[in-house]
């Protein structure tokens, strides 16, 4: 969905408006900024809501850890960020929204988008009577390869 911004001369703001507009999510000036964040340079991202919030404490935004939070949870209803859960103390926000595996890097605490030539899930277990499969999560755990 970002691919197409990306080989032109990169307009962070105007990515994050786009980017905002597409979802209907009303651009006000710390969504767009937050969006800037997430988008504005074209590529995907995985990022926490404590990172992210440094960021903007780092740049010129003045916002509250809540409203980054609030604001991370509206671009996901709105269908423009995906939630990955690593552990209880850990939860990542991807801006790619279809189904994809990660890496977790356990050694950098870093999430990253796995390839996903041939890859293939098969013999999934039944979902119990009266339920169904609403999405599967596939987080792949790399540790540093002892020689
Ligand atoms: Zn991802």
């Not at 969905?1 to 905002?20: G, H, T, V």
């Not at 988008?113 to 293939?120: C, E, L, T, V, Y």
Request: hydrophobic share 35%; charged share 30%; with cysteine.
């Amino acid at each position: 969905m970002l691919d197409k911004f990306e080989n032109k001369n990169i307009e962070p703001n105007k990515i994050a408006n786009q980017w905002l507009s597409k979802a209907r999510v009303k651009p006000t000036k710390q969504r767009v900024k937050i969006a800037e964040y997430l988008v504005g340079n074209g590529k995907h991202k995985h990022i926490t809501a404590e990172q992210l919030f440094d960021l903007c404490r780092a740049g010129d935004i003045n916002v509250s850890l809540a409203t980054v939070y609030n604001t991370l949870h509206c671009f996901c209803s709105a269908g423009l960020l995906s939630e990955v859960i690593v552990d209880a103390n850990r939860k990542f926000f991807c801006t790619r929204v279809d189904d994809h595996p990660h890496f977790f890097w356990e050694d950098t605490g870093e999430l990253t988008d796995a390839k996903i030539d041939n890859f293939q899930i098969k013999n999934l277990p039944q979902a119990p009577k009266g339920s169904k499969i609403s999405k599967v999560d596939i987080i792949i755990r790399l540790s540093k390869e002892i020689e």
